[in-house]
């Protein structure tokens, strides 16, 4: 076990290695510097500037300049509006992060409640219903239902408000983001659950008197569970990148939009800093995921 | 056989007792006999077996004639229709500044007018977009792109992959190891950040002649395969190796390998189609996420270069005129979930026709 851990841990340093070096290099492969604006700066300012940021020294002391900076948390500054980023990032992500926690929680939940419920309803009218939407669901994009949510209950039956001036209506951003992964976890407990319920510790249970309650709950869905935790670690990334676009759509401020803007705008330090920073996050998420996975079933060999 | 024979036969000994069995026994078989020997059923192949499921699960037929049907539109509609995606709209050479944001089937007063006159005017099946450009032939060309893009970034996906994971799979050992250890590094790598910020990059260093097929595409398309090819394709290689590996160790392989087959043989016989349904399956379900990939950055904004549409840069401008023209979005909207749908059905079906051991 503290063998397989350790070389997760080691594996998830490295990812993260590789990701900086990437985004460092492809970062820098981009013609022209930082400071090629509209208005031509003196060769004198241009090489003060390069001196002040350090630009001036080779590429690898640059990367380790850099590497250093972000251990340190510090990733440097905006190029569009001179901010510091983890400034940025600091204020931004919690919303970001409620964000995708609550879908989170709410696609977790109603997905195994939904799966759970066909499985053991199987061939009847409420399994039919939750496979038909399951089924519609995992096809359509996240960006697509926000919009068409926004379109449906925003414009046309103006019921919910979302836009605000100091209060976030969190309800249609969740429901959008939420959607695909409540599809998927859907399906993937449902055939869990199924697979659970023909083992033959459930017809044991059965056989000597376990009531239906503890056989559905004890038995049959904490092993049900186990495919769905493998799927959530991967699924913080889809999050991240899904609450982009939603952010985008219904104008939340979160990391997700600073992250949009970025790129239209062609931010490259911010661009650069916010993947550093969500990729590290993804990798921790899945590192996480995984530990607990083998934690939780205790069949999973270690190899 | 006639005579009896001599010794007492043990009551538990399986060997036949021929004193059991009369001369008729032995009389050569009948005619009737004979016929029942004859197979009545012709032998079925692996193939057409599958292909005999997948015909029977509705959801999959309708899903195929579905595709079909949107191929067959998206081929021949640019030839019927006379309108062409980057088009502004004209009457007789003057520009019509009137077909601004029309509804399905509708003219605009210019239009109208030539109408009058005589003149003839293919209908705008979905109106006209907010410069003035026929609506329907955007989305069809963007259903082309999106299609294209998926069929295109499974292909690359399928090579790299099924290269990498045969040569990992087959030669094993060391080799294998190191080969994994770089597919889980890449695997762990968030492929849409990675994605957006190769375009990102691409499209600022990439350059094309003008004029050549790529520049058409546009930086950010090709910027999308390099991408595909440089990530996507681990998912696949890691499938095929598996396979390889967990097929190599079958006996059915060991009894071929015995009765002397050579490698070719078992590799073609054996290995070969035993992969194949996993590497149709997972083909045909790497089209679907491609295309949502495609729209998801379009809609960022780093998908088709600007005059080209795509379902996600068309449902992304939509947003523009939301209030008032709320089919613009609904065409380009319905277009992605429908496509992905069937896709994703197809490939399911495929999935129970051809292996059903096979689980997501």
């Known amino acids: 076990m503290i063998k397989y851990v350790i070389k997760r841990l080691f594996l998830a340093v490295l990812t993260v290695f590789i990701i900086c070096l990437i985004t460092f290099f492809l970062m820098h492969a981009i013609p ?47 190029l569009k509006n001179g901010r510091e980023i983890s400034a940025i990032i600091g204020e931004s992500f919690p919303i970001s992060a409620r964000l995708g926690l609550l879908a989170m929680a709410v696609a977790l939940l109603l997905g195994t409640v939904f799966g759970s419920t066909a499985a053991l309803m199987r061939n009847k009218l409420p399994d039919r219903l939750i496979v038909f939407f399951s089924t519609l669901f995992t096809a359509v994009p996240s960006f697509i239902l926000a919009t068409l949510l926004l379109l449906l209950f925003c414009i ?24 695909y992964p409540t599809a998927y976890i859907t399906r993937l407990s449902k055939t869990s659950m199924l697979d659970a319920l023909s083992q033959d510790y459930i017809r044991t249970a059965r056989a000597k008197g376990v009531s239906k309650f503890l056989m559905i709950f004890k038995h049959a869905l904490r092993n049900s569970l186990i495919p769905v935790i493998t799927y959530a670690g991967p699924q913080i990334a889809y999050i991240i990148t899904g609450s982009m676009v939603i952010e985008t759509i ?23 800093a916010t993947t550093i920073f969500l990729a590290t996050l993804v990798v921790i998420a899945n590192l996480v995921c995984d530990l607990l996975y083998k934690l939780v079933d205790p069949r999973i060999q270690f190899d | 056989m006639d005579k009896e024979p001599s010794f007492k036969k043990n009551p538990l000994s399986l060997q036949i007792d021929l004193s059991k069995f009369s001369q008729e026994s032995f009389a050569p078989a009948t005619e009737e006999e004979k016929r029942q020997q004859d197979v ?36 021949f509609a640019p030839m019927v229709v006379p309108y062409k995606y980057e088009e502004i709209l004209s009457v007789e050479g003057r520009r019509d500044k009137g077909a601004k944001n029309l509804a399905p089937f509708t003219y605009s007063e210019l239009e109208q007018k030539y109408i009058e006159n005589g003149g003839t005017r293919f209908p705008h099946i979905f109106g006209t977009d907010e410069m003035c450009r026929d609506y329907f032939i955007r989305v069809v060309y963007g259903t082309r792109v999106s299609f294209f893009i998926g069929l295109f970034a499974a292909i690359i996906v399928l090579i790299i992959g099924m290269l990498y994971g045969s040569i990992s799979g087959y030669l094993g050992g060391k080799v294998d ?33 003008s004029g050549t097929f ?41 009894a071929a390998r015995s009765i002397g087959a050579k490698p070719g043989r078992i590799i073609r016989k054996h290995i070969l189609p035993n992969c194949l349904s996993v590497i149709i399956i997972s083909t045909a379900l790497q089209i679907p996420s491609a295309i949502f990939t495609e729209s998801f950055l379009s809609f960022v904004g780093i998908g088709v270069k600007a005059p080209m549409p795509s379902l996600g840069s068309l449902a ?34 495929l999935r129970d026709a051809f292996d059903p051991k096979l689980k997501r």
């Open chain 2, 177 to 209: 190891l190191i080969m994994m250890r770089i597919v889980d590094i890449i695997y762990s790598l968030p492929d849409m950040l990675m994605i957006i910020l190769l375009s990102v990059v691409l499209q600022e260093t990439l350059q094309f002649p």
């Open chain 2, 40 to 75: 009545m059923g012709e032998s079925t192949t692996f193939f057409k077996d599958g292909m005999r499921k997948l015909f029977r699960n509705p959801l999959a037929v309708m899903s195929i004639i579905f595709i079909c049907l949107i191929l067959l539109v998206i081929i």
């Open chain 1, 32 to 78: 022209g510097g930082p400071f090629n604006k509209e208005k031509a700066l003196s060769e004198a300012t241009i090489a003060a500037l390069n001196a002040r940021y350090n630009l001036d020294k080779p590429l690898w002391q640059q990367f380790i300049l850099y590497m250093d900076n972000f251990l340190h948390g510090y990733l440097g500054v905006s």
């Open chain 2, 316 to 349: 992304n401008a939509a947003r523009e005129g939301l209030q008032s023209y709320p089919y613009k979005l609904v065409f380009p909207a319905v277009m992605i979930c429908l496509i992905v749908l069937s896709l994703n059905l197809l490939g399911d079906g």
């Open chain 1, 156 to 179: 046309k039956f103006p019921i919910i408000q979302v836009w605000s001036a100091n209060k976030i209506n969190y309800l249609l951003p969740v429901i959008a983001l939420a959607a």
């Open chain 1, 250 to 272: 219904f104008t939340i401020g979160g990391l997700g939009s600073k992250f949009v803007t970025a790129i239209t705008n062609r931010d490259y330090t911010m661009i650069m």
């Open chain 2, 214 to 254: 790529l520049a058409r595409l546009g930086t950010s398309m090709v910027s999308l395969f390099i991408v595909f090819g440089l990530l996507y394709w681990v998912g696949m290689a890691r499938l095929i190796r598996g396979q390889i590996l967990s097929i190599k160790e079958n006996e059915y392989i060991l």
